[in-house]
């Protein structure tokens, strides 16, 4: 009887076993099934999510924690990646939301919501207002006595700030620029925010610049190289900015907002784009409950004692 060595019989029809693998087309079948598995993979369901039928975790044995060098037990890895998790410097306040409704996007390093997902990015045109999340541009905060802060600001600003802007009245819009080099070495867009003073008198000057978070290094190097010692530069992180488009706008603060002096405010279907106005609300999540008046009071009059007979 005649053996067959089977890798030397392999061997030999290496090539003929190729072609039929090739002309059978399982190679890309198996390729196309293997990328959609992978690509549903978060699409799928866990087997045993309802009712799993485990060990209890009462009698399961507990392993021990590890100890450092130093002799201190280890946190487990829920708690060591707290701190990580909360520190998501690339992301809004509002990423929760956003990302479960909108398109998301980076820009300058931030992500952002592009547009919706049920709609186009015309959709926002169309819309009577839309509110907008505008807290990734990064405000500059100066401040300081007024002449200062004014010759540091006009130095790099392409004009110099009106009264309504110095004001408080209107966010202003201008250009930044390197010391003194304006036209030249420009650094980019900024939007100009006066904080008003409760004291009309005072010789103090608060602005804010709302810039991209690209222009923050430049900017803030800039403002360091000015000779200007009375002047304070810092950046503020604790802001949130929201902003409200469309023709609607004005019609919508007026049905959302109360003011909380309980004075009826009516916007001007004409309002200014840029107007700043400084109103004071209170949360009604925070509004203590009414109590229930528990006493007795009669709202009828005892019957007298004596009646008179009709006559």
């Known amino acids: 009887m005649d053996v067959i060595e089977v890798v030397p ?9 190729h072609e ?31 009712k799993s039928h485990k060990f209890p975790a009462r009698f399961r044995v507990k392993p021990r924690a590890k100890q450092s060098a130093t002799g201190v ?11 990580m998790l909360r520190q998501k410097s690339d992301r809004l306040a509002t990423h929760q939301w956003h ?17 919706r997902l049920d709609r186009g990015t015309a959709a926002a045109l169309l819309a009577p207002s839309t509110v907008c999340d505008t807290s990734y541009l990064s405000v500059i905060d100066v401040h300081g006595p007024k002449e200062d802060v ?6 790099i600003l392409d004009e110099s700030l009106t009264d309504d802007v110095l004001h408080g009245d209107v966010e202003g819009a201008s250009m ?19 904080k ?7 010789s103090s000057l608060h602005v804010w610049l709302w810039t991209y978070p690209s222009m923050v290094p430049p900017l803030l190097s800039t403002l360091a ?7 304070c530069v810092q950046r503020r992180a604790d802001l949130c900015r929201f902003e409200l488009r469309g023709p609607q706008a004005p019609r919508v603060m007026t049905r959302v907002f109360q003011s909380h002096d309980r004075l009826r405010w009516t916007a001007n279907q004409t309002l200014e784009t840029s107007r700043i106005q400084s109103w004071q609300f209170t949360d009604p999540r925070t509004q203590p409950k009414a109590r229930k008046n528990t006493g007795m009071s009669s709202l009828v009059d005892a019957a007298p004692a004596s009646v008179p007979d009709p006559a």
């Open 73 to 83: 037990e280890e946190r487990c890895r829920k708690h060591r990646r707290r701190a």
């Open 20 to 50: 039929i693998h090739v002309a059978s087309g399982y190679e890309q079948s198996s390729n196309t099934r293997i990328r959609k598995s992978r690509k549903d993979f978060h699409l799928r369901r866990r087997a045993n999510a309802y």
């Open 9 to 17: 019989f392999a061997a030999a029809r290496v090539q003929e076993l």
């Open 150 to 155: 004014l010759e540091a600001l006009d130095s």
């Open 225 to 231: 190289s000015l000779d200007s010692h009375n002047v």
């Open 99 to 115: 990302a479960k409704r909108m398109k998301m996007g980076k820009v300058d390093g931030m992500w952002v919501s592009l547009h």
């Open 196 to 202: 008003r003073s409760r004291d009309e008198d005072s």
């Open 176 to 194: 930044l620029y390197h010391a003194d080099a304006f036209p030249m070495n420009a650094i980019g867009p900024a939007r100009v925010m006066c």
